[in-house]
């Protein structure tokens, strides 16, 4: 019942990202073509492009026209390359997912052990020292941009020291940096909020409850406070997805990845708006999908209703 | 990036619902303005921030020139003490650059931030303007804009004005209203219902009125903290944009374009790119401290350790009613402090208690008299940091304080349990009952797991619990509040238990739910011989369920006796008073009400004599200076008066 | 001071699958000058009827009538309903006082209200109304989170007074406070009863503090309002089989258990229900206590007509207007 409203809901989404998209090219102050193909174009060349990409015809046309392209794949062509824009995703996408699939990996895997074990180590006020220096490093860790941690990687790692190659895709070493700098700092934030989450959860009712039962410590935080601090916990992870996507972009840049990054930053500095409306298609088609499937494991793992309701 | 992390928090943290509830110390709002300087996070972000507003002041003033002066014999060095961070392609230097820099980053951050932070703001605030058809369509807007991604947001914008430093500004203002809207919305409506809000209405106080007498200056604090941690991110996320060549252009340049002209030379001057990356983590540094500050400003108030606590007055430790043979509990001069911002507060000033095996005892007094903590001292659950101290303290023989986590389970886990006040607490949400009951049954009699679901029903069957077999399979939400606070008990009844303490069980529930717990105490006690403790603030329920009970005032037991001799004469002026104060259903319904004037000392006060002595009827001078030790008055009976009452209350 | 009549009440809350009828045809006289106390458990819709009568809650129908003069809120757009007619203490201490507000402008924004009101006497000075609830005038300088529960509930009084209402409807004003204080409050409610003449409607679900107070008591149980009688009768002389249990169910210093006495709590003692209470979002036929009620087919399998005929339709014709088909 839940999960049916959540996929209606996520219809309702994708629609209205799909025509935000389409009407991208639609909201653009001035002509698309002409600022596409430049001021030396003759108004020929121009009216030539117009009726090649279909943009003379009604608007309603052109919507269906769009529509029925896209189950298909059928994204378009770029403006200024003549390229599918469905092989330039194909070419790029497997390289930025891999990127950010990994760096989100690594996120979950560091921040939730070490938010967790800095809960417990940190509870009702004791350690006060290690607390402040738990909050003041992943504080700063977690201000540090991605471009500039990349950056600055790049000039000790590969420059300095010579470990790790400068840039490009190539064996597993060629991941260490570009995953390190999109990790780091969501990794810190995380591991912040999970160790907040699971402070909170430690002065519940339900964990006196169960330090009266005498439960190992093991069973108290793992079966007890983990999963209820994970709950909170997980709708953050769900938030941190787009903004892995889209660190990934500029971390591209810094690593000269071979992903989709260049051909997001250069659709919009060229205004090739086919290829722009099919990166924000993908990116909010991905997003919005992750964010469903955050929302159905947050309704498995409580059961209360009101949480899932809201 | 920067930005969704941001967002990440945003959205965390009015989950705290810390805002816009009643804050039980009443601090002002103007307070955590103050308090910023005063934590040592936020008085660093302070000093950056001041440091980033004269810089992009001052910068252009006195650097733009050497900014701007081309050196073609300059071109391209590295760091040397003239150009600490380089020269760039047409001989500029590049420090001079970035600190001109400043000010377009700054300008443009603050600016995108004040846009987006008062469209945020409006958006957020309308659906309690407006009428409520009206406010649901808004509530269902910022519910949509919120659906997207502020990255996507901020793209779309980007191409839709075209790029360039003003629509960056306008992109980053666009991603992050909705987020804004959102949270002035929480907050907007956690104060919108509040009582005080309720209240407002009744006496007529127009919509817009209430927003800005009360809405605004309680939902203040948290935007403006909010507001600073973005200025932090706007400073990043422009940057982002300008280093992708998709914000700020040449000839004009900010510190996101000075890195994206640096990088380029990693190789061989690392310091053209590392400075400007310096300074966008520089500035977003500066507002996330400055923010954080002021969120500690308002939470953290250092309190000291009591390492070493002032003397604290307690009654002589008594040996009358020790020697009844092996006692479940026996605890003298029991004492729970905390340390405090005002110094350290001591609750549990001095109990002397015992309770026989089979016994009922009752523990009654207002709140704050220590009671809980009494309760949980004897179990070793004192919250921390409290410190618990005393001359004796024997739970089923063992002092629960020394004992290593494996014995205490062994000891404490298998015989103790505890029912605590508000049932739809205690159980864990999201585990089923009766896995929560067997899992005591695993982990100290090593049952199978089959076997201990098997207990778990049989005992929520002995606690009375309708549908056992079903209501084990549930989840503690799905049960009344009566019918959890049984499987609690319940849950207490899975091992031998030969100590059962119970923390005002019945408070949060109705009369008649109430009647039926406390027979379940009493069957528990009879049927098992099990000793229980009941903490309670109602005279009437202890007096009715115990068969012996402790008044405690202060911290300290003023009265020991039993439930006989209560209802017959005590002879401590304060348990007289309670009993009188007690509301019935037999007195003469139009008498005046007996009262206690005045108040209780706190926790953190000392008094020299007696501890009622300011708000007593019959106090003689020794009652001021000399503090009345506890003294056997009759069998099992004992007061800690100088001048005890005799006969019919 | 003018007399409190409710109409037929009904209030639904929520919408959708999760709706429920909080309160179904509630009818309540308060005359003038008296003191009613409404008791229940929680659930039973007893705060959800103040809140309603004074525009805080919905009112999907029914009508309230200040000396036979309507003034229902929330009809034709009317803002505020009854006005400052209808004055309410809510429960919450806590939350009632603006942690952001001094006492003094908390009292201010009521004394304001009551000047635009007209033929109201002279709006009297915070320090005036915090005397008159028995608080020192230099309260009025301090914000609310240095004060006690008890100091609180005085306030939020003085607040409620400051309008001079016609009605005071008070929630559950004493039931967070310790047993002096408590005391404290109800002499005060007794003390300004006789000075100002107030009519009150004292919501509760103590009935030892309510009978303190009220002239007369109504018992409400699941949105019903099951008997209605002058507070001795009602105490004395119980009618309906659900005031039996809550009236047995109230503890008492004196109903004790001795170590080793017989539990006094067995099957047929009033204070023990069978069953449990009813899920208040299925809608139940006939007599809502039934699936509780110790007299009812529970008890007696022939007494069908509990679980087919509402009892409330002959309830005038019986004594304390008992809705019971069985009142004894």
Not at chain 2, 275 to 303: N, S
Not at chain 2, 577 to 592: H, P, Q, S, Y
Not at chain 3, 252 to 278: F, I, M, Q
Not at chain 3, 311 to 319: E, F, G, K, N, V
């Amino acid at each position: 019942m839940f999960a049916a409203r959540r996929f209606a809901r996520l219809v309702v989404l994708l629609s209205i990202l799909v025509t935000a998209s389409f009407g991208l090219m639609h909201l653009v102050p001035g002509d698309p073509v002409r600022a596409a193909l430049g001021p030396e174009a003759t108004a020929a060349q121009v009216a030539q492009r117009t009726s090649e990409l279909g943009l003379d015809r009604p608007l309603p046309d052109q919507f269906l026209d769009y529509l029925s392209g896209l189950p298909a794949g059928d994204l378009g062509t770029s403006l200024v390359s003549g390229q599918r824009v469905g092989d330039i995703v194909v070419a790029g996408l497997p390289n930025t997912l891999t990127l950010a699939g990994l760096a989100f990996l690594v996120v979950v895997a560091v921040a939730v052990p070490v938010g967790l074990l800095a809960a417990i180590h940190t509870r009702g006020d004791r350690h006060r020292r290690g607390a402040l220096a738990f909050t003041s490093g992943t504080g700063l860790l977690a201000v540090v941009p991605e471009f500039v941690l990349a950056a600055g990687l790049v000039a000790t790692f590969a420059v300095g020291l010579r470990l790790v190659p400068v840039a490009g895709a190539g064996g597993p070493d060629s991941y260490v940096l570009p995953v390190l700098s999109l990790a780091a700092a969501p990794a810190a934030m995380l591991a912040r909020i999970v160790r907040a989450e699971a402070l909170r959860e430690l002065g519940q009712d339900y964990v006196r409850t169960a330090r009266a039962k005498r439960l190992p410590a093991r069973l108290l935080y793992v079966r007890h406070v983990l999963p209820n601090a994970l709950t909170s916990a997980l709708t953050i992870c769900g938030m941190l997805i787009p903004g892995l996507v889209m660190g990934t972009v500029l971390v591209e840049k810094v690593f000269a990845w071979p992903g989709l990054g260049s051909a997001i930053t250069e659709s919009v500095l060229q205004k090739d708006y086919p290829v722009a409306q099919a990166m924000v298609l993908l990116l909010g088609a991905l997003v919005l999908t992750s964010n469903l499937v955050v929302d159905l494991v947050l309704a498995r793992l409580d059961p209360r209703p009101a949480l899932t309701e809201a | 990036m920067a930005i969704a992390i941001w967002q990440a928090v945003r959205e965390w943290r009015p989950m705290r619902g810390s805002v816009g509830e009643p804050r039980g110390r009443g601090q002002g709002g103007i307070r955590w303005r103050r308090g910023v300087v005063k934590t040592p996070t936020g008085a660093a972000g302070l000093v950056m921030v001041t440091a980033l507003l004269v810089l992009s002041v001052a910068g252009p003033v006195f650097w733009s020139g050497a900014a701007r002066a081309m050196n073609t014999e300059a071109i391209m060095l590295g760091s040397s003490s003239a150009h600490p961070l380089g020269t760039d392609a047409l001989g500029r230097d590049i420090l001079a650059r970035l600190l001109v820099a400043t000010r377009l980053s700054a300008l443009t951050a603050v600016g995108s931030v004040a846009v987006g932070a008062l469209a945020g703001i409006a958006l957020g605030s309308l659906p309690a303007m407006l009428g409520r058809r009206a406010a649901r369509a808004t509530a269902a807007l910022i519910e949509l804009l919120l659906a997207f991604p502020p990255l996507l947001l901020m793209i779309f914008l980007g191409l839709v004005t075209g790029g360039g430093t003003g629509g960056a500004v306008i992109a980053f203002a666009g991603a992050m209203a909705p987020s804004f809207a959102r949270l002035t919305q929480t907050l907007t409506l956690s104060v919108t219902r509040s009582d005080y809000v309720a209240s407002a209405r009744m006496l007529g106080v127009s919509r817009p009125r209430l927003v800005v007498r009360h809405v605004l200056p309680n939902i203040a604090e948290p935007l403006l903290v909010n507001l600073s941690i973005a200025v932090g991110m706007a400073f990043m996320a422009i940057s982002g944009l300008s280093f992708l060549g998709m914000g700020v252009r040449s000839p004009d340049y900010d510190w996101g374009q000075l890195l994206n002209e640096g990088l380029t030379r990693i190789y061989d001057t690392p310091a053209a790119a590392l400075g400007p990356g310096v300074a966008i983590v520089f500035a977003g540094v500066a507002f996330q401290l400055l923010g954080e500050g002021a969120i500690g400003a308002q939470a953290d108030r250092r309190p000291a350790r009591p390492d070493d606590p002032a003397p604290i007055l307690a009654s002589k430790p008594s040996v009358a009613g020790g020697d009844r043979g092996s006692a479940t509990v026996r605890a003298e001069n029991l004492q729970v402090s905390f340390p405090a911002a005002e110094g350290v507060l001591t609750p549990v000033r001095g109990v002397n208690l015992t309770v026989a095996p089979g016994e009922i005892l009752g523990i009654v007094g207002e709140s704050g008299c220590g009671k809980t903590l009494t309760g949980l001292a004897l179990t070793g659950l004192v919250p921390e940091p409290g410190v618990v101290r005393a001359t004796r303290l024997e739970v089923l023989g063992q002092d629960p304080r020394g004992l290593s986590p494996r014995q205490a389970r062994a000891l404490l886990g298998r015989h103790t349990a505890m029912v605590f006040q508000n049932p739809g607490t205690a159980m864990n949400p999201v585990l089923r009952v009766g896995s929560q009951l067997a899992e005591t049954a695993v982990v100290h009699h090593g049952m199978s797991r089959r076997a201990a679901g098997a207990r778990a029903v049989d005992r929520l069957r002995a606690a009375a619990v309708p549908a056992p077999e079903r209501r084990a399979r549930q989840f503690p939400h799905q049960l009344s509040g009566g019918t959890q606070q049984r499987a609690v008990i319940a849950m207490g009844l899975m091992g031998e238990a030969r100590l059962l303490i119970a923390d005002e069980p019945t408070t949060a529930l109705d009369v008649t739910v109430q009647r039926q717990v406390l027979a379940l105490l009493r069957d528990v006690n009879s049927t098992t011989g099990a000793s229980i403790v009941l903490v309670s603030h109602d005279i009437a329920v202890v007096a009715e369920t115990c068969h012996r009970v402790v008044v405690m005032y202060a911290g300290l037991v003023v009265e020991d006796l039993p439930v006989d001799v209560l209802r017959s004469g005590p002879a401590h002026p304060y348990t007289r008073a309670l009993l009188a104060c007690a509301l019935d259903m037999t007195g003469v319904r139009d008498r005046r009400l007996p009262t206690i004037p005045g108040r209780p000392p706190g926790p953190g006060e000392r008094f020299p004599g007696c501890p009622f002595v300011s708000r007593c009827g019959h106090a003689g001078e020794r009652c001021a200076t000399e503090p009345p030790a506890m003294e056997e008055l009759g069998r099992g009976h004992r007061v800690a008066c100088w001048h005890p009452r005799t006969g019919a209350p | 001071m003018r007399s409190l009549t409710l109409r037929e009440i009904t209030v639904r809350l929520d919408a959708g699958r999760r709706a429920f009828t909080a309160l179904d045809r509630v009818s309540l006289h308060v005359a003038r000058g008296s003191v009613v106390g409404l008791v229940g458990e929680s659930g039973s819709g007893k705060s959800t009827l103040g809140r309603a009568v004074v525009g805080l809650a919905p009112l999907t129908s029914g009508r309230v009538l200040l000396d036979g003069q309507d003034v229902t809120p929330g009809r034709r757009r009317r803002r505020s309903g009854p006005g400052l007619g209808i004055q309410m203490v809510l429960q919450d201490s806590y939350s009632a006082l603006d942690p952001q507000l001094t006492i003094g402008r908390t009292l201010d924004e009521a004394r304001q209200a009551a000047l635009l009101r007209p033929a109201t006497l002279a709006a009297q000075s915070a320090g005036e109304l915090l005397e008159l609830v028995g608080l020192d005038h230099a309260l009025a300088a301090v914000r609310p989170g240095t004060l006690s529960g008890g100091q609180r509930q005085r306030v939020a009084l003085a607040r409620a007074l400051a309008s001079r209402p016609e009605v005071l409807i008070l929630d559950e004003v004493t039931s967070a406070l310790d047993a002096s204080v408590q005391s404290a409050i109800i002499n005060l409610l007794r003390d300004l009863r006789g000075t100002l003449g107030l009519t009150m409607l004292v919501i509760g679900h103590n009935l030892a503090a309510v009978r303190h107070l009220a002239d007369s008591v109504a018992v409400m149980y699941a949105g019903q309002i099951v008997e209605t009688a002058p507070t001795e009768r009602l105490i004395g002389d119980p009618r309906h089989p659900y005031t039996k249990a809550l009236l047995g169910a109230v503890p008492r210093l004196n109903g004790s258990v001795s170590p080793g006495a017989p539990d006094p709590d067995g099957a047929n003692s009033p204070g023990k229900l069978p069953g449990e209470p009813p899920d208040p979002h299925v809608p139940l036929p006939g007599c809502r206590f039934h699936p509780q009620c110790p007299v009812g087919p529970l008890a007696v399998p022939d007494r069908t007509i509990c679980t087919t005929h509402d009892p409330r339709t002959d309830a005038r014709l019986r004594p304390h207007q008992t809705a019971c088909h069985f009142a004894a």
